[in-house]
T-cell receptor, first 114, second 113 residues
Framework: NAGVMQNPRHLVRRRGQEARLRCSPM?????VYWYRQLPEEGLKFMVY????????ESGMPKERFSAEFPKEGPSILRIQQVVRGDSAAYFC????????????FGPGTRLTVL | GESVGLHLPTLSVQEGDNSIINCAYS??????FIWYKQESGKGPQFIID?????DKRQGQRVTVLLNKTVKHLSLQIAATQPGDSAVYFC????????????FGQGTRLTINP
């Protein structure tokens, strides 16, 4: 049973470019969460999605950030016009209520903005 | 011993000893707690969880204790091994809501040979 998959693992962008981060949840999981982690800090919640629905985006910056989880395909976290402060590790987690409420994390995407 | 550095608190123990990592959680309404282990360059790895209707839960070499009165959580690792070296985070959430996790600061555990 494959775990949560994220790609790319490393992403380098110049200021002003767009970053697209992908997350494929564990098989059978329909809940996806995105978190951001700065160096030497804990993870901070960004957004919670179910298929085709954003359930809670209270942790998302108001501008430049968006997320989706389409009916088919991976969840996408999109950052437009990136700035240096966006440099961080972005983690996706998935869960299934049927399997309990544990969130299982992917390996993360490390975004570096030059 | 335990110390607070510029960033993460750190804990150093000798291989084979037991270690205890502590966490103070913030929300008295939280009813589900998880410990995660994060190795350098990797995502958080689930270790053990506990619901608020319990005060102790045991896994393989790990035990989680929950004290709701003082909003305190601890992770005990028995007979530590070099592979236990990592940063450990506690996380809390409320099962009735969106179940977004709120992570603690983290503790860096170093196992000395």
């Amino acid at each position: 049973n494959a775990g949560v998959m994220q790609n790319p693992r490393h992403l380098v962008r110049r200021r002003g470019q767009e970053a697209r981060l992908r997350c494929s949840p564990m098989k059978g999981h329909s809940h996806v969460y995105w978190y951001r982690q700065l160096p030497e800090e804990g993870l901070k919640f960004m957004v919670y999605l179910q298929k085709e629905n954003i359930i809670d985006e209270s942790g998302m910056p108001k501008e430049r950030f968006s997320a989706e989880f389409p009916k088919e395909g991976p969840s996408i976290l999109r950052i437009q016009q990136v700035v240096r402060g966006d440099s961080a590790a972005y983690f996706c987690a998935s869960s299934s209520l049927q399997g309990g409420d544990t969130q299982y994390f992917g390996p993360g995407t490390r975004l570096t903005v030059l | 011993g335990e110390s607070v550095g510029l960033h993460l608190p750190t804990l150093s123990v000798q291989e084979g000893d037991n270690s205890i990592i502590n966490c103070a959680y913030s929300n008295s309404a939280s009813d589900y707690f998880i410990w995660y282990k994060q190795e350098s360059g990797k995502g958080p790895q689930f270790i053990i969880d506990i619901r608020s209707n319990m005060d102790k839960r045991q896994g393989q070499r790990v035990t989680v204790l929950l004290n709701k009165t003082v909003k305190h959580l601890s992770l005990q690792i028995a007979a530590t091994q070099p592979g236990d070296s990592a940063v450990y985070f506690c996380a809390e959430t409320s099962l009735g809501g969106a179940q977004k996790l709120v992570f603690g600061q983290g503790t860096r555990l170093t196992i000395n040979p």
